[in-house]
C-alpha cells in the first residue's frame, strides 16, 4: 500500500490472509472441545504419544533422524496409526480422537470446496497445545485467552454474546467477506514495491504453532500467479525461508538463531549476511547481493555460554535441501 515507505522488509511469520487465519484459528475449537469434554485430547498425549508418532513417520524422510522435520511438505502424517486396537485403550488414540487429529491436520475449507487456509504442518503440536489444542479459544497473550473470540464478537458479529464453540465455515465466510477496515493482507501483486527497487526477505518457522507455514508457501505461489512471473522473477526482490525445527519466530529443535528479531534470536551470530537475516537484508539492498541460504545456529540448551551444538544452512524456498536418486530436486 506504501512501496515507497521502506528499501528493504524482512517479514517473519508473517500473519497473512488475516481474516481467514482469524477463521482457522478459531476452527480448533469446536474440533478438540473443552477440557472437560469426553474425547478431550490432553496435552500430554499431544507432547507425547502423538509428536512421538509424527517424528516417526516424518523425522526421517530427509534421511536424519534428529528430531527435525526438514520439509513438512513431504510428511503425509497419518494418525490412523495410533487408534485403539480391540480391547486396547491405553497409549493410543479412539476413533473419535483419531478423526479430530485427521481434521487438524487437514486444509480448511468452505462450503464450496475452496480452501479458507493450509493445514497445520506436523511436527508443531509441541507448543500448538498450549493455545489452539487447548480445549479453548485462541489466544494471543497470556493475559487474554478469549482475543480470538472478540475478534467475531465484537468485530464481525457485533454481537458479545456469540460462542466460539459454534463457529462454523459460514463463520468464516461471513469475516472474509466484510473484511473489517479492509484487514485481509493477502496482495497478489508486488510490483509497485518491486519498482522502487525495494527487497523482502520472509522467513517461516516449519514447525510453527500458531501460523502454519504452509501458507507462507502458499502466498509465494500466490504472487507468482498474480504476477505471472517465474520464481527466478519473484527471487529478483522476494524471497522466503523455511526456517527447519522453529516454532513461532523462534525456539525450536532446529538451528532457529539466524539474527531475526534481535534479543535471543541475535545473541551469539555476527551481523554477518551469511548467517543473520537482517545483515542479509541490508547485503541485498545496499550491495545488491541477494541471499541463497541463511545458516541458522543451535545452541547447547539454547544457551549461547553453553556453545554451538549445530548450524544448518537453511535454503531460500525454490532452493530445497532435497535431492533424490535421479537427480530431481524438491
Keep these: 500500500m ?3 515507505d521502506f528499501d528493504g522488509i524482512v517479514a517473519g511469520s508473517p500473519a497473512l490472509d488475516f481474516n481467514n487465519l482469524a477463521s482457522w484459528r478459531a476452527s480448533f475449537f469446536p474440533i478438540t472441545g473443552s477440557e472437560d469434554s469426553s474425547n478431550f485430547i490432553a496435552p500430554s498425549t499431544w507432547t507425547g504419544l502423538i509428536h ?8 526421517g524422510l530427509d534421511g536424519v533422524l534428529d528430531g527435525i522435520i526438514e520439509d513438512p511438505d513431504l510428511c503425509d502424517f497419518r494418525p490412523k496409526a ?7 485403550s491405553i497409549n493410543c488414540l479412539t476413533p473419535v480422537q483419531t478423526e479430530m487429529v485427521r481434521e487438524i491436520f ?4 468452505g462450503a464450496n470446496g475452496e480452501l479458507i487456509y493450509p493445514a497445520m504442518q506436523p511436527g508443531s503440536e509441541v507448543l500448538a ?3 489452539l489444542y487447548a480445549g479453548m479459544p485462541f489466544s494471543y497473550s497470556e493475559v487474554s485467552v478469549v482475543q480470538n473470540q472478540d475478534w467475531f464478537r465484537y468485530v464481525v458479529f457485533e454481537n458479545p454474546a456469540w460462542n466460539a464453540s459454534t463457529f462454523s465455515i459460514y463463520d468464516a465466510a461471513l469475516a472474509e467477506s466484510l473484511n473489517p477496515s479492509d484487514i485481509r493482507t493477502w496482495p497478489d501483486d508486488l510490483s509497485s514495491f518491486r519498482n522502487t527497487h525495494g527487497k523482502i526477505i520472509t522467513y517461516h518457522g516449519g514447525q510453527d504453532n500458531q501460523i502454519t507455514s504452509y501458507n507462507t508457501e502458499r502466498f509465494y505461489n500466490h504472487l507468482l500467479r498474480g504476477m505471472q512471473a517465474t520464481s527466478g522473477e519473484l527471487d529478483k526482490f522476494f524471497r522466503f525461508f523455511r526456517i527447519s525445527g522453529m516454532f513461532h519466530c523462534n ?17 551469539g551470530v555476527p551481523f554477518e549476511s551469511a548467517n543473520n537475516v537482517l545483515a542479509a537484508i541490508v547485503e541485498w539492498v545496499e550491495n545488491g547481493t541477494a541471499p541463497d541460504t541463511i545458516e541458522g545456529t543451535k545452541f547447547v540448551n539454547d544457551t549461547e555460554a553453553l556453545g554451538i ?15 533424490f536418486d535421479d537427480g530431481r530436486s524438491h
Design 52 to 59: 512421538s508418532e509424527v517424528l516417526n513417520q516424518c523425522d
Design 309 to 323: 551444538s549445530f548450524q544448518r544452512r537453511h535454503c531460500r524456498f525454490v532452493g530445497h535441501l532435497l535431492v
Design 129 to 131: 497445545v498450549q493455545k
Design 106 to 109: 487437514s486444509p480448511f475449507y
Design 82 to 88: 495410533l487408534m485403539c486396537a480391540t480391547r486396547v
Design 2 to 4: 506504501f512501496p515507497d
Design 251 to 267: 525456539s525450536g529443535p532446529g538451528a532457529w538463531v539466524f539474527g531475526q528479531g534481535g534479543g535471543a534470536s541475535a545473541v
